[in-house]
């Protein structure tokens, strides 16, 4: 009945007819052409053609999967970077056979555990995952700090702000020696990497105690060591990234981080309407 191939030997053009098809109905609308479909989620999404599949049935796309090693967890793990069936073919188990061939391939190159994100709310994924044995284990909220133009934040003559240094990702990317908490995964250093970040950090003895990776318009990474918090750390790299970056809005994300969260409400971050589910399923 269905044909189905690694995206390794199809087009480009076969696996995005694929994904924006079976995307047509989601809550989420699917807005970006070709090129900038493929430089995404096969450039910073991190997935790999050799790990995805697209399923035909005769000569047409009829669903697709993608996937590609998850950075930054403690044992290997291959993550959905998104499975989708064009809605006629949709209850024919198309779905459960590209589940199974992820995961068939996650075994065979040594991984321990699945990994996906679920838009929170997508009741009917979110009941076939748990089926397909995966469970939720982290909340992934967004937040966006609408700024039009102005800086909220007020320092003072001798706060930290001169102590503020430009970093490089890989002074950033060391704090994760010392970092152990989890990050979601558009947080993760492989996937910023990609991005134009900024990196910003303040020393003391010689060592960063405290960092930031930001856009214009997004903070990816902001960590102050333990010892250093609740001292104005945070609000002096924030004020920095607003002062050289001059953004209109911040997006931030986060995943079961109460003291980011706590964080984001004393700025009065509005939450965004969408949130997701991070989910797992362990490889035996």
């Known amino acids: 009945m269905y044909r189905i191939m690694k995206c390794s030997e199809v087009s480009d053009s076969q696996i995005f007819k694929a994904f924006t098809d079976g995307f047509s109905d989601y809550m989420i609308q699917v807005k970006m052409d070709e090129a900038s479909f493929i430089d995404r989620f096969f450039g910073p999404e991190g997935n790999d053609r050799k790990l995805s599949y697209i399923a035909f049935r005769e000569d047409k796309a009829v669903g697709v999967i993608l996937g590609g090693i998850k950075i930054g967890e403690n044992f290997k793990t291959l993550r959905c970077g998104g499975m989708a069936v064009i809605p006629m073919e949709r209850g024919t188990g198309l779905a459960k056979r590209l589940m199974k061939l992820h995961e068939k391939a996650a075994i065979e190159i040594g991984c321990r555990q699945l990994f996906l994100e679920v838009i929170n709310g997508n009741d ?10 995966y469970e939720k284990v982290y909340d992934l909220t967004y937040r966006t700090w609408e700024l039009e ?3 909220p934040l007020k320092m003072d003559k001798n706060s930290l702000q001169n102590k503020i240094e430009l970093l490089t990702y890989d002074d950033i990317h060391a704090l994760r020696k010392i970092d152990y908490s989890h990050l979601p995964w558009q947080g993760e250093f492989p996937y910023f990497k990609l991005v134009p970040c900024h990196f910003y950090g303040i020393k003391d003895n010689e ?9 214009s318009n997004r903070v990816f990474y902001l960590w102050v060591h333990p010892e250093k ?38 700025y009065k971050m509005t939450s965004e309407p969408i949130s997701q589910l991070e989910m797992y399923k362990w490889l035996e």
Do not use: C, E, W
């Open 124 to 133: 009917r994924a979110i009941k076939f995952y748990k089926k397909m044995g």
């Open 149 to 151: 133009g102005k800086n």
């Open 229 to 266: 918090r609740n001292k104005g750390y945070a609000k002096a790299l924030l004020n920095k990234v607003i002062i050289d970056l001059k953004p209109d809005a911040l997006r931030i994300t986060y995943s079961n981080n109460s003291q980011i969260h706590t964080f984001a409400n004393h």
């Open 207 to 215: 060592k960063i105690v405290a960092g930031v990776a930001a856009t």
